[in-house]
Nanobody, 123 residues
Framework: QVQLVESGGGLVQPGGSLRLSCAASGRTGSPYGMGWFRQAPGKEREFVAAISRFAGTTYYADSVKGRFIISRDNRKDTTSLQMNSLKPEDTAIYYC????????????????WGQGTQVTVSS
C-alpha cells in the first residue's frame, strides 16, 4: 500500500503561480510512475501531468504544456507540480496518483490516489 497526501493548494489570481506537493508513504521502496490529475465541478477527472519512475520522462496535457512542470525527489518520496500562468479554467481539485508502471496517462492505470487539494484561480 502507498499513501499519498497532497498539499499546496489555495486561492490565486489569474497569472499567478502555485506549487503542489505530494508526499508518499508506505511501500515506496519500489518507485512508481507518478501523476497529477484534476477534476473541476461537473466535469470528469482529467490527466494533467506524469513523470516516470526515475524522472527521465514527463508527459503533459496540452492544456498545461509550457505552464506546468512536474518533478519528483525519490530520496524524499515527494512529487511536485509547479503551476505558472494560472488561468480560471485551471480551477479544480488536484489529485496525486501512483502507478505500478514506469509512466502512465490514463487514470485507470493508477492504483493509489491522494485525497486531493483545491486550487482556485480567481480575481
Amino acid at each position: 500500500q502507498v499513501q499519498l497526501v497532497e498539499s499546496g493548494g489555495g486561492l490565486v489570481q489569474p497569472g499567478g503561480s502555485l506549487r503542489l506537493s505530494c508526499a508518499a508513504s508506505g511501500r515506496t521502496g519500489s518507485p512508481y510512475g507518478m501523476g497529477w490529475f484534476r477534476q473541476a465541478p461537473g466535469k470528469e477527472r482529467e490527466f494533467v501531468a506524469a513523470i516516470s519512475r526515475f524522472a527521465g520522462t514527463t508527459y503533459y496535457a496540452d492544456s498545461v504544456k509550457g505552464r506546468f512542470i512536474i518533478s519528483r525527489d525519490n530520496r524524499k518520496d515527494t512529487t511536485s507540480l509547479q503551476m505558472n500562468s494560472l488561468k480560471p479554467e485551471d480551477t479544480a481539485i488536484y489529485y496525486c496518483a501512483a502507478a505500478p508502471l514506469t509512466i502512465a496517462r490514463g487514470a485507470n492505470e493508477y492504483d493509489y490516489w491522494g485525497q486531493g487539494t483545491q486550487v482556485t484561480v480567481s480575481s
